[in-house]
């Protein structure tokens, strides 16, 4: 028993010992895990500090982050911490500056496609680092329009595709937009259409809206016409927001696919009725373009909206703008003398809102022949608007009552008070039209005030609106003649302050004029300018400035003042300057003879200039002026001096730089430069007054100007058995500008009898021309017999006259023809300083241009009040319609107005005007022809893909001969 006892003993001390040794073993398995442990632990410690350190040196040393934290906390940080190391590489990467190279920008893809290569994955969480990366990249490409066609930029393409996973919704609108920006091929369109389809039909409408915005913009038009069931349903939903969007996408659709985008025309007019105010906005501009080019549709469409539908402030401003397009195309009632639509404009002026207001009272004052009356509720709108406190609606204001006063000032006068106040406004933009408008309003007694308020002003503003202010002075110069001499001395003060090029350009250009318009102002003008020229700095103002001295000077009382002033030009100027000094010295040197042996000595010491040029024209201009004795200089030599080519210097340079291109032996031949192109005088260039294409003041017709030309006639004995005058002609211009003498003829048509008034002018002041006439062959005009003329016996200088030849033609018959004309004279010389002319004269002859009799001055414009009731009472009678073939021609309305100047009637009902982009067009005309006979004419006219344009012609009239006429002036011509 004891046996088995101590066999259990022993046992049990094995099962203990085994016991123990497996806890043992556990506490050492244990032990070894806490060793471990603390060990990882420290190590973790020993790398995370690191890295910690460095994220805090990037906060407080700028320098230490930007050398060495890029460098190694980059490769030290764990995946989920990249997103700001990723925007300092991509901050250091692309965004340095503004002006970025092609090259940082394939950097800037570069770095986000080595982002999503470390990360292997593009950020699809909500990470506002992902975001700034997103904005960086959009802000620099869109500057440099970099395209896809970069294989970084495909890469990017691509990784961004993978954001389509992303729910974030911020992150999501970056998506759309770097899409769009980016441009995808039409291979790469394919990857993202299926997820830009789903987010069409998504529940998110911001997703469906810039899904929209994305596939029209990226898609072409077969992919178009698979969605655009989903765009109409887009277009009439009831998110504001999604609505627009397809909206807006229809407007840009319509330039590349305008067949698709008209289908649509229903569900546009449907979103017009919308309560949403961008809707309605959207949807309006789209409707209108859609059918811009249909006349009637786009009236319609007017009619329709303005009986108060429109709720949307910017949809009222868009409808008031068509609005106005349809009363300049229909034109005024010419029986009420009403204007459609007009009650409406004037209706907006009471709107709640301004921008509304505005644009109204804007549309009013650009309204074609708009009278005093009508544009008096838009000016009491605009004062009211000159003293808000906003200044966009002053600036608006004073700008279109700047416009305003170019054609009627009297209506403006009434706000000159509220303009004075704008003088000193701080926007300089205001200030500058408070003064100009107030310059083209004021009258003469408020001239003085202005220009003390000017002189204060003009210090404080830039050289843009200087320059606007000196064109005001000027204009209102020519217009109070009187007060020449305080706006001279304003502007020469101006003159002599500091400024640029263009500035100083446009006060001398102004001062030019007013020498050349205000004769009492040659004098104080030319003193002026020669004490510009005395410290002037650019050499093309000294240039411009003698040459204008060489022509007037000698012209003064006391030409020998000037000599100084252009002497020292010689002295103290650059070559060129200096040139030009010669050639003014030898102007005065040959219309002056007294000074001639004064002009000879200074002309001598121009021989030794280090210049060639100066050299060349002082030995050519002393031995064309003779032996410098005072002596009378000779014709020829005064006109090699002052006179001008016949030819435009534009052509001779582009000639002779063709000459010089082309290898050739032959000499170059002046007779081949084409003389067609005329360069723009500066009067031309700088005339005040303009009317603007906008606002345009009514023409007067020429019943004053007929009954003034009949009175001169039937006092001439000669002409006063040929009956009353049916038809003045205006003048036709027989001579060039700038020549020695100016003629014009005034064709004056009676019933049998053809009366041509030449209109002369003698512009050389040292000649009278006596027993002038004009002998004219009419060869080319076989209809014609002369059977009389009237002499001119004297035609001093700057004296218009008049000589006359009558002819006799068959009665009744619009007989056309060609005439030559030459001017023939005799010429006396005049003494300059006595005036009287001599006794004995040279007869000369010069040649004028040919004009013709044509078919047009046959028949007298004459208006009809309702020219449907008039042409219902002309019968069929009378009637003879044809159709012609026009040929090709640039638009519509270039064949509208050539039938209209070959016929020479009167438009009616503003049916002159063809809308742009026309296919169609109806004109009608009135006149009278010959005889007395009243004649309409309707015109329709058609143009095709090819621009051939047809015309369908109806002529009535009361005698069907007359009809007859018409339609073979047509056809001839």
């Known amino acids: 028993m004891a046996q088995p006892f101590v066999k259990k003993d022993d046992d049990r001390d094995e099962e203990v010992h085994d016991a123990n040794g497996q806890l043992n073993l556990s506490v050492g398995f244990l032990r070894a895990w806490i060793a471990i442990a603390i060990g990882v632990s420290r190590f973790s410690l020993v790398l995370v500090l690191p890295l910690f350190f460095l994220r805090f040196m990037k906060l407080c040393v700028p320098l230490f982050w930007e050398r060495y934290y890029r460098k190694l906390g980059f490769l030290m940080t764990p995946s989920w911490m990249q997103g700001d190391a990723l925007r300092s590489d991509f901050s250091i990467t692309g965004h340095h500056e503004a002006s970025v190279s092609s090259e940082s920008g394939r950097n800037i893809y570069q770095a986000y496609r080595q982002a999503c290569t470390r990360t292997k994955r593009p950020p699809t969480g909500p990470d506002n680092g992902t975001v700034e990366i997103k904005c960086h990249i959009l802000h620099a490409v869109q500057p440099l329009g970099l395209s896809s066609s970069l294989i970084e930029a495909t890469e990017v393409f691509f990784a961004v595709t993978k954001l389509f996973q992303s729910k974030d919704i911020g992150l999501r609108r970056m998506v759309y937009l770097m899409i769009k920006e980016l441009s995808p091929s039409s291979d790469e369109v394919i990857i993202v259409t299926s997820s830009l389809m789903k987010d069409m039909n998504s529940r998110t409408d911001m997703y469906r809206a810039n899904a929209i915005r994305v596939l029209c913009r990226i898609t072409d038009g077969t992919l178009l016409t698979q969605i655009e069931r989903y765009l109409k349903q887009a277009i009439v939903d009831k998110n504001p927001v999604v609505s627009s969007a ?8 319509l330039q590349t696919n305008p067949e698709i985008v008209k ?17 309605q906005f959207h949807a309006l501009a789209l409707l209108h373009q859609i059918r811009q080019n249909d006349r009637l549709a786009v009236s319609k469409l007017v009619t329709s909206l303005t009986k ?19 009363i300049r195309e229909s034109g005024v009632n010419t029986q009420t003398g009403d204007r459609p639509f007009y009650d409406y404009l004037e209706g907006c002026l009471r709107h709640k809102t301004e921008m509304v207001i505005f644009e109204a009272a ?57 303009m004075e106040s704008l003088i000193s406004d701080q926007n300089r933009s205001i200030a500058t039209l408070a003064i100009t408008t107030l310059l083209k309003t004021g009258n003469e007694s408020s001239v003085d005030r202005l220009m003390k308020q000017i002189t204060n002003f003009m210090s404080d503003i830039a050289d843009e609106f200087k320059i606007v202010v000196v064109d005001a002075i000027r204009s209102l110069c020519l217009k109070f003649p009187l007060k020449y001499r305080s706006l001279m001395n304003f502007l020469s003060s101006i003159l002599r302050e500091e400024g640029g090029f263009e500035y100083k350009k446009a006060i001398v250009d102004s001062i030019v004029i007013l020498i050349r318009d205000i004769p009492d102002a040659k004098e104080s003008g030319l003193m002026h300018l020669c004490e510009f020229i005395e410290d002037c700095e650019f050499t093309y103002l000294s240039t411009q400035i003698l040459h204008f001295l060489g022509n007037e000077g000698p012209k003064t009382s006391d030409p020998s003042k000037y000599i100084r002033y252009i002497y020292n030009r010689v002295i103290l100027e650059n070559a060129t300057v200096r040139a030009s000094a010669v050639s003014t010295l030898a102007k005065f040197g040959a219309t002056i003879d007294s000074l001639k042996p004064r002009i000879f000595v200074l002309l001598r010491r121009c021989l030794f200039d280090a210049d ?17 004795s005072v002596a009378e200089t000779d014709k020829d030599v005064k006109e090699f001096l002052f006179g001008s080519l016949d030819i435009p210097l534009i052509n001779i340079e582009t000639s002779l730089k063709k000459y010089i291109q082309d290898p050739t032996e032959e000499p170059f031949d002046i007779n081949t430069v084409p003389k067609e192109v005329k360069s723009q005088s500066l009067a031309e260039k700088k005339a005040p007054g303009k009317k603007p294409s906008g606002l345009g003041a009514p023409s007067s017709g020429p019943t004053s100007q007929t009954d003034g030309y009949e009175k001169l006639l039937s006092s001439i004995p000669e002409f006063a058995s040929f009956g009353k005058l049916f038809k003045s002609s205006t003048p036709v211009e027989l001579t060039e500008e700038e020549t020695e003498y100016a003629v014009n003829v005034v064709k004056h048509i009676f019933d049998r009898h053809v009366v041509f008034q030449y209109n002369c002018t003698n512009t050389i002041p040292e000649q009278l021309l006596e027993n002038v006439t004009v002998i004219v062959d009419a060869s080319e005009a076989e209809e014609f017999s002369e059977v009389g003329a009237k002499p001119l016996r004297s035609l001093p200088y700057d004296t218009p006259a008049q000589t006359f030849v009558a002819f006799e033609k068959p009665e009744g018959v619009p007989a056309v023809g060609k005439f030559s004309n030459v001017l023939r004279f005799t010429i006396k010389e005049v003494d300059p300083s006595t005036g009287e002319a001599e006794d004995d004269g040279v007869e000369d002859e010069y040649q004028l241009e040919d004009f013709e009799i044509l078919s047009a001055d046959y028949i007298l414009k004459i208006g009809v009040s309702n020219f449907k009731n008039v042409w219902e009472s002309l019968g069929s009678d009378g009637e003879r319609v044809d159709e012609y073939g026009l040929g090709p021609r640039e638009s519509l309305a270039e064949a509208v107005n050539a039938v209209i100047n070959l016929l020479g009637m009167q438009p009616c009902e503003g049916t002159e005007v063809v809308p742009s982009n026309s296919r169609s067009h109806m004109c009608l005309l009135s006149g009278v022809y010959i005889g007395n006979v009243k004649v ?38």
Request: proline share 3%; glycine share 6%.
């Open 246 to 253: 397809a909206l807006v996408s229809g407007i840009h659709l």
């Open 263 to 279: 289908r649509w025309s229903n569900e546009v007019q449907e979103a017009v009725q919308s309560r949403a105010a961008l809707v």
């Open 308 to 326: 108060g539908t429109v709720r949307s402030p910017l949809a009222q401003c868009l409808l008031v703008r068509y609005t106005s397009q349809v």
């Open 362 to 418: 804007r549309a009013i004052t650009e309204l074609s022949n708009v009278t005093t009356r009508e544009l008096t509720p838009a000016i009491t709108v605009l004062q009211l608007f000159l003293s808000s406190s906003k200044p966009v609606l002053r600036f608006a204001a004073i700008r279109t009552l700047n416009k305003v006063a170019m054609t009627h000032p009297m209506a403006v006068t009434n706000c000159n008070i509220d």
């Open 612 to 628: 060639d040029e100066v050299r060349d024209r002082a030995t050519l201009y002393l031995n064309t002026l003779g032996d410098g």
């Open 936 to 973: 309409l004419v309707r015109l329709s006219f058609g143009i095709d893909g090819s621009k051939e344009v047809a015309m369908k012609l109806a002529v009535r009239s009361e005698d069907g001969k007359v009809s007859d006429a018409i339609h073979e002036i047509v056809a001839n011509g």
